[in-house]
């Protein structure tokens, strides 16, 4: 079927097509991972494999130190990855299988930093101090302006926007026709 165009299939084969996903390109332990989240989840194995990739790129981002505008050390290198699939559909909870465990850090790390914040706010009233920079590195509700600016600032190489709703991202103040080409040309 590889040499045929899409136009030419009948919509089963098209359907067939399209669940066709280069699994055997992951490593054997996610790819297993990723075949156990698409069986558990009722989700076709190309979305859970997206949500797997999304990941690795994540964890992957410190290691690459690409020249930066915004930083002297070089910043993470970017990789969008889009997965369009109907709302409640299982995207969301393939996300959460793969980010488990760097939820869990981010949310460690945010925990230390609050109460690094609380610590700080007290020494500040006795203008001591310097504000604790946060150590986030998971963005679910954001605009590319503010990760951009948390990013410039954050000691953190890693960085990961990820939500199942395309409406923060596409409806959001990133995207007004003012910032679009600005705001596309950045993620």
């Known amino acids: ?5 899409l136009s030419e299939l009948s919509k089963d084969q ?4 399209i669940e066709e996903y280069p699994i055997y390109a992951f490593p ?20 859970a494999a997206q949500t797997y990739l999304a990941q690795m790129s994540f964890i992957a981002q410190r290691f690459i130190n690409a020249p930066s505008d915004k930083k002297e050390s070089g910043q993470p290198a970017s990789l969008a990855v889009l997965t369009v699939f109907p709302s409640g559909e299982g995207k969301d909870v393939c996300k959460d299988d793969a980010a488990k465990i760097a ?16 610590a700080w706010k007290i020494a500040h009233q006795k203008n001591k101090g310097e504000r604790p920079i946060s150590p986030q590195s998971i963005f679910v509700r954001a605009t590319t302006q503010g990760v ?4 410039s600032i954050s000691p953190s190489t890693s960085f990961i926007w990820s939500t199942g709703e395309g409406g923060y ?6 995207l ?7 705001d596309f ?3």
Do not use: C, W
């Open 1 to 5: 079927m590889s040499n045929i165009l």
């Open 14 to 17: 098209l359907i067939e097509k």
């Open 28 to 47: 054997k332990i996610v790819a297993s991972a990723i075949q156990k989240s698409a069986f558990y989840h009722h989700v076709p194995v190309a979305v």
């Open 103 to 118: 939820i869990e850090v981010d949310n460690t790390n945010m925990q230390s930093y609050n109460e690094e914040i609380t």
């Open 148 to 151: 951009l600016k948390h990013m």
């Open 169 to 174: 991202l596409f409806g959001g103040y990133s």
């Open 176 to 182: 007004q026709r003012a910032l679009l080409h600005k």
């Open 185 to 187: 040309i950045t993620i």
